[in-house]
C-alpha cells in the first residue's frame, strides 16, 4: 500500500563493518548496491539509507551527472516491521510489479531481491537486497568457487536479448517480451549500434535458442513449444539462471554490443 510520508529524517543507523565470514546476515538486514558502491544497513528501528545524485550527501549515489536525478531521490526506512521506501524525490521510481512510486510517496520493500530504477536523461539502478536470515552454507567455504548457472552469451547477443526483454528486466507490470519491430526500434537507438532489422535481431535470438536446445533445455524451439510460447520460455530460462539480470539494462544506454 503506498502512502504519503509526513515522519521527519532519523539518524542513520549504518553497519560499516563487514559481516561474519560464512555467517548469514541477520534478517531484515538491508544492501543497497548504486553506481559507486553500496552500504548495508543493519534491521535497527530507526536506520535510514539515502540514495540520490549528490554524493556527499548521500549514501547510495545514483544519477551521478544526471541533472533530471534530484540530489536526494529517496530515503530508506527501517520500521517496526520492514524497510520502507520513500520517494523524496521529483522523478517517479519503478519498482517490479507496482505502480510508479511518485514523489512524496513511499511503500514496502519485499525482502529479497529489487531492482530499483530511475528513469533521467538515462536509466538509472539501484539494487537492493533484504536478507531472509537463511542458514548458514554448511561445508561451502568463502573460498570455494562459485557454481554458475549462466548461459554463455556473446556481447552482440546479450545487447539483443536485453533489447527483447527489457521490460522484465525493468520488472514493469506488463513484462512481455518486446515485438520483433519493437526489438529493432529499441536496437536502433542505442548509441554507436549500425542498422538493424527485425529479422536480423531474430536471427541472433534464434541462434541462442538452437544453442540452448542442443544443450538440453525444452521448449526454446518450433518443436518443444507453441510458437506464442517460445520467447516467454526463453525469457523465463534466462531470469532463472541469472543469465539476464537488471544491471544489463546499461547496455541499451552504452551501446557495448556489436550489430
Do not use: C
Not at 11 to 24: K, N, Q, T
Not at 101 to 117: K, V
Amino acid at each position: 500500500m503506498v502512502m504519503h510520508f509526513l515522519e521527519p529524517r532519523t539518524p542513520s543507523l549504518l553497519r560499516r563493518e563487514p559481516l561474519v565470514a560464512g555467517a548469514p546476515a541477520p534478517r531484515g538486514t538491508l544492501f543497497a548496491l548504486g553506481e559507486d558502491g553500496g552500504y548495508a544497513a543493519p534491521p535497527s528501528p530507526g536506520a535510514l539509507l539515502l540514495l540520490g545524485r549528490n554524493s556527499p550527501d548521500v549514501h547510495v549515489t545514483v544519477g551521478s551527472g544526471d541533472w533530471h536525478v534530484s540530489r536526494e531521490h529517496a530515503a530508506l526506512r527501517r520500521d517496526g516491521t520492514g524497510w520502507l521506501v520513500r520517494n523524496s524525490g521529483r522523478l517517479p521510481i519503478g519498482l517490479p510489479g507496482r505502480p510508479p512510486l511518485l514523489s512524496g510517496h513511499e511503500t514496502a520493500l519485499a525482502p529479497g531481491y529489487t531492482p530499483l530504477h530511475i528513469r533521467g536523461s538515462r536509466l538509472h539502478l539501484v539494487e537492493l537486497l533484504v536478507s531472509t536470515g537463511g542458514p548458514a552454507a554448511g561445508v561451502v567455504r568463502p573460498d570455494t568457487g562459485t557454481r554458475d548457472l549462466v548461459w554463455p552469451l556473446t556481447d552482440r547477443e546479450r545487447l539483443v536479448l536485453v533489447a527483447l526483454f527489457q521490460l522484465a528486466l525493468l520488472g514493469a507490470p506488463d513484462a512481455r517480451p518486446l515485438s520483433w519491430n519493437e526489438t529493432r526500434d529499441a536496437l536502433a537507438a542505442v548509441p554507436g549500434q549500425p542498422a538493424w532489422t527485425d529479422r536480423k535481431a531474430e536471427h541472433v535470438v534464434d541462434v541462442v535458442r538452437r544453442r540452448l536446445a542442443a544443450s538440453g533445455v525444452p521448449g526454446v524451439t518450433a518443436d518443444s513449444a507453441p510458437p506464442d510460447a517460445i520467447k516467454n520460455n526463453l525469457l523465463r530460462v534466462l531470469l532463472e539462471t541469472a543469465t539476464l539480470v537488471p544491471p544489463d539494462l546499461r547496455l541499451l544506454d552504452t551501446g557495448i554490443g556489436g550489430g
